[in-house]
């Protein structure tokens, strides 16, 4: 298998505390990686470890085949990278910046500058400095700045914060643009699972600093399951009916109102009729499939239980 980024037992601690213990993620390479977990999970502290802007307590990370140590320095002229949020010298416009970066980066293709600006729909603000960008203007400058080099890894830290809903779709078309044309890989952390849902090739969900599961979305697809929400206006009526009219027992009362039936064989008609008629009103029934936020909260609901 071609890895492009691997960590073995890496673990970080902070004054004896433990944050990051033994994560082995494996990063292939041309796809999209969504990285998953709710806040001071560890996301961050991982990538900055990638990027070597902290330095692991134990274990190891190897990209492109190469271990990272604290004397690498090659390796990141192919990768780029937002953790956090990005920084830029306010005072200056963001073709300067790009500059900037490409002068540091030792890049001299300054074409790609526009090139990236036009990626990310940043465009028009030749003399507008970066203290009057909106947030989601710096993030999109960011996003420039971190791929305008076309790094073959790229690694994104909540991308997506301070976008619309247009400016997010947006951006996971691009992100699908440059992992399917310009072939680069890309490692994603996101609150928005929605997004990585529809982006991401393999996820890895960590919680409490331990990484609970790597598995492809494909993987994950094919343990979704369907099943009929109805919401009733008597939940508790309405599942008696369920249990004693149609014999069903594949079903779970999610509160007073709505129950979700898992057997296939279950028609909506029957469903709606044989409540219906015994006085239980209908307020909604739809088919619906399991998603990966679903999936995600099962399991760190779980991992919440052990600690």
């Known amino acids: 298998m071609n890895y492009v980024l691997k960590t073995n037992q890496l673990s970080k601690s902070y004054k004896g505390q433990e944050v990051i213990s033994n994560v082995n993620m494996e990063l292939k390479k041309g796809e999209i990686y969504g990285f998953l977990g709710p ?3 560890g996301k961050t502290t991982i990538m900055r470890m990638i990027t070597n802007l902290v330095k692991p307590t134990s274990g190891s990370i190897e990209i492109f085949g190469e271990v990272l140590t604290p004397a690498s320095y090659e390796v ?10 990005p920084i830029f010298y306010e005072h200056l416009t963001a073709q300067a910046n790009m500059e900037l970066h490409f ?3 030792g890049a001299y293709n300054i074409k790609a500058i526009d090139e990236a600006l036009e990626l990310v729909q940043l465009t028009n603000v030749d003399k507008k400095t970066v203290a009057n960008f909106s947030l989601g203007m710096k993030q999109r400058l960011g996003i420039a700045r971190a791929i305008s080099t076309r790094p073959e890894l790229l690694i994104l830290d909540e991308p997506t914060n301070g976008m619309d809903p247009l400016g997010i779709q947006q951006l996971r078309d691009l992100f699908q643009t440059l992992c399917k044309e310009y072939g680069m890989t890309l490692l994603i952390s996101s609150h928005i699972l929605q997004e990585i849902e529809q982006l991401a090739d393999t996820i890895g969900i960590i919680n409490h600093g331990k990484l609970i599961e790597e598995v492809s979305m494909e993987s994950v697809r ?3 399951s369907e099943y009929i929400e109805v919401v009733t206006t008597n939940g508790k009526q309405a599942a008696f009916i369920i249990e004693d009219k149609l014999g069903l027992i594949n079903y779970k009362v999610m509160d007073e109102h709505t129950i979700r039936i898992y ?3 279950v028609s909506p008609v ?7 008629l015994n006085d239980v009103g209908i307020e909604a029934l739809n088919k619906k499939k399991t998603t990966l936020e679903e999936h995600f909260l099962k399991l760190i609901q779980a991992g919440d239980g052990d600690v």
Do not use: H, T, V
């Open 270 to 276: 029957d469903l709606s009729k044989i409540l219906i």
């Open 222 to 224: 094919g343990q979704q």
């Open 76 to 85: 990141f002229k192919r990768m780029g990278s937002i953790i956090e949020y």
């Open 263 to 265: 057997q296939s064989d």
């Open 39 to 41: 806040n001071g999970a």
């Open 103 to 105: 002068a540091y980066m």
